[in-house]
């Protein structure tokens, strides 16, 4: 067994220290709050390690290979298990330290994305959205899961990150992801089970245009997805819901539409530069707002402005 020291827990910051290998890619820099996002290539082999718990609720997907693996609490027997790519492990927060061992079944280099999500946040999303106690619902463990919808969610954040080193845009959409994650384990994999409120009208339009103006009015902050449900009088999870609902897209769809659109304008009518444009528009790194703004026109900004 590895002889490091191994906390009883550790803090989601600093779980990476006590894993085999270090990320290839992490969230670890934007600034998301509300869930930690990280991937890995494994060790094809692992003898027995000592791994602590954790604050946060733990999920983790096989991304390439498969193993076979066995797991125990600290004086609990081993369980084995086999896992291939598609299946994940779910831990609550708060767990206990556990040991994991494993060997590799398949050629295929050994690959997970590991995903912390913020267990304030679950705790608020039953308080806002759940007919229980907060303090009586927890995540069930769970290994060698199958669940389409996680594993889309997954996904599209490590896309989101591997695609842009920047945060006023990608923090809204991580945000808007976690709040998703969360309700979908409340719904599917909560201890006890919990009746969710659902609303089944839309916004006004006047709500509409209120947050359009505030947004406007805010576009080179990094916008939250609370701030923009306080301005409607939802929670996060009934705000998200809602106005896709209503309008097509998502709140993070929507405010970067809103800031391509004031960009566009600046392109036209002054004589920033495109990086100071950027900026304004709330998007201080010039090229995703180059690729962003090309898929909005199908031209870059600087044909654009040329062009007009």
Known sequence: ????????????LDFEQYLP????????????????????????????????????????????????????????????YQVQAGDWFLTPAG?????LRWKSL?????????????ANLFTRTVQEVGD??????????????????????????????????????????AETAAQMLATHLLRHYATTEVGIREYDRKLSSRQVRNLTLFVADHLSEN???????QQVGFSSYHFARLFRQTTGESPHQ?????????????????????????????IPN??????????YRGMTPLVYRQRH
């Open 132 to 173: 229980r106690d907060p303090l009586q619902v927890m995540v069930q463990e769970r290994t060698g899961l199958q669940d389409p919808l996680l594993t889309h969610l997954a996904l599209s954040l490590q896309q989101e990150l591997q695609a842009f080193e920047v945060s006023a845009v990608s923090n809204l959409y």
């Open 286 to 295: 010039q090229s995703y707002f180059t690729q962003a703004f090309k898929r």
């Open 21 to 80: 290998t270090s990320p290839v890619l992490s969230s670890r820099e934007r600034g998301w709050e509300s869930v930690m996002v990280r991937a890995y290539h494994e060790p094809s082999n692992l003898e027995e390690t000592l791994f602590p718990g954790g604050p946060d609720i733990y999920l983790v997907l096989v991304t390439s290979g498969s193993v076979q693996g066995a797991e125990r609490r600290i004086d609990g027997p081993w369980k084995n």
């Open 95 to 99: 767990g206990e330290p556990y040991a």
């Open 1 to 12: 067994m590895h002889t490091h020291v191994v906390p009883h827990s550790a803090s989601t």
């Open 254 to 282: 929507f405010v970067l539409r809103q800031r391509l659109a004031a960009a566009e304008r600046l392109l036209q009518e002054s004589a920033l530069s495109l990086a100071q444009i950027a900026s304004e528009v709330g």
């Open 223 to 229: 916008l939250s997805l609370e701030a923009l449900a």
């Open 106 to 118: 398949s050629s295929e280099p050994l690959k997970t994305l590991h995903l912390h999500l913020s």
